[in-house]
Each structure stands twice: as structure tokens, then as C-alpha cells.
């Protein structure tokens, strides 16, 4: 079967890194593809497995010589995806997760044939200023940049091939598990029986032939 990309986007607090980590634990058919970013660690985030840390001048670089697969400004960082990372996970038998925003998902799409699309959208308005600490100690500067994000984001949810509602956790992971079992299932990505049928094709033809014309 023909591995493919599989590109996860939600506003922040929609819950698509909750689901990426579900899947990628329960399906051994998928690998996620770390990111390089130039903001700062967070508590307990680790180099190399949640994000590659890297300085505004290394991100620069890499960008110049084509490192990245697609990268956009974020929040006033910049997030990139390694194109490497993708090619590795691929040529291992794998679908690759993209956890990426909307731009960076318009960018995989244009350059690359094999993707498919998921926007997670929050339940509701008041679920998204909840998952987004509204009522938390952040500064009103803050949240309101976050809102006006996801207002942004939530806009561009039709250009995906799929929106999952993530109102319930469990349902939605069961949903975007669906989603790539179909997309897995597809003609074009199963080459194994795709080569089985012309050997099916072969003996069919063989049988019918060996058979006395009536
Ligand atoms: P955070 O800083 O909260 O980890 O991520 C902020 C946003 O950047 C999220 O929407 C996340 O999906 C997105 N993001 C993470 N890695 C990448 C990347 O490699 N490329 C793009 N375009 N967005 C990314």
C-alpha cells in the first residue's frame, strides 16, 4: 500500500495534537513528522521528539536551501516541516502526520500529490474560549491575538478534504481512524492488489480458455 500524508490542522484548543497522540500510540501504519520551530521550549517539551528547537538564523538557513517541505510565521515564530522527516516516514511504509496550521497546509498541498486533509473543528464557541483558557489568568492581549487566529483558521476549514467535530475525544479519533483506513483502502494506493489483480487477471483469462466452446 502506498503510504500517504496526512495533514491534521485545528484552531489551538480544536484538540488535533490530543488525536495525533491517540493514533500514533494505537497504529503502527503511522509515523509523526517532528517540525523545526524557532520558539521557545515549553515545560516538558524535548528536542527532536515534539519540536527541533532551532535559533532565527539556523531556521533562515535551512529554509534557503529547501529543508522544508512548507514553513510559516506563526504567532511571531516560525514552524517548518523537514522534508527529510517526511521522505524517511514514507519510505518506511508509513502515513505521515502533519500537525501544521492552515498556511503551511495550503503549501503540502500544492507540492505534493499524496495528501490528504483533516480540519478538527472545536464543538463550539464557547468549548474553543474554554480549551483556550479564557477564563485562565492569561493576558487579554494574548487571548484576543489566539481568538482572532482561530477566527482566521476556522475559515479556511473547507479547503480540507475532511472536518471531524471533536466534541467527544473518543469519537473523533474513531472518526479520523475511519478517515485513513478509507483513504488507505483507495485503488490507486493499494499496489500489492493492484499487482495481484494481473496475475488474477492472468489465470481468469487461462481457466476460461481451457474450457470446450459450447
Ligand atoms: P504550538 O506553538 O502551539 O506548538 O503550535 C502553533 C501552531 O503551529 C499549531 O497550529 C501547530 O499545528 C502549528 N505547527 C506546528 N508545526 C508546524 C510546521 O511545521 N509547519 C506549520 N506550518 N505549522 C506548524
Not at 503551511?104 to 490528504?116: C, H, K, M
Not at 486533509?117 to 493576558?139: H, K
Not at 476556522?154 to 479519533?173: G, K, L, M, S
Amino acid at each position: 500500500m502506498t503510504p500517504f500524508v496526512l495533514i491534521l490542522s485545528s484552531p489551538s484548543g480544536g484538540g488535533k495534537t490530543t488525536i495525533a497522540r491517540t493514533l500514533l500510540a494505537a497504529r503502527e501504519d503511522l509515523g509523526y513528522s517532528v517540525s523545526a520551530t524557532t520558539r521557545p521550549p515549553r515545560e516538558g517539551e524535548q528536542e527532536g521528539a515534539d519540536y527541533f528547537f532551532l535559533s532565527r538564523n539556523e531556521f533562515q538557513r535551512r529554509a534557503a536551501e529547501g529543508e522544508f517541505l512548507e514553513w510559516a510565521e506563526y504567532s511571531g515564530h516560525w514552524y517548518g516541516t523537514p522534508r527529510a522527516e517526511v521522505d524517511r516516514l514514507l519510505a518506511a511504509g508509513r502515513h505521515v502526520i502533519l500537525d501544521i496550521e492552515v498556511q503551511g497546509a495550503r503549501q503540502v498541498r500544492e507540492r505534493r500529490s499524496d495528501v490528504v486533509s483533516i480540519f478538527i473543528l472545536p464543538p463550539s464557541v464557547d468549548e474553543l474560549l474554554a480549551r483556550l483558557g479564557a477564563r485562565g489568568d492569561q493576558p487579554p492581549q494574548a487571548l484576543k491575538r489566539r481568538l482572532r487566529q482561530a477566527v482566521v483558521e476556522i475559515d479556511a476549514a473547507r479547503e480540507y478534504d475532511y472536518i471531524v467535530v471533536n466534541a467527544d475525544r473518543t469519537q473523533a479519533v474513531a472518526e479520523v481512524a475511519a478517515i485513513i483506513d478509507a483513504e488507505a483502502h483507495r485503488a490507486r494506493r493499494q499496489t500489492a492488489v493492484l499487482a495481484a489483480i494481473a496475475d488474477f487477471k492472468r489465470e481468469l483469462v487461462e481457466a476460461a480458455d481451457g474450457l470446450a466452446e459450447q
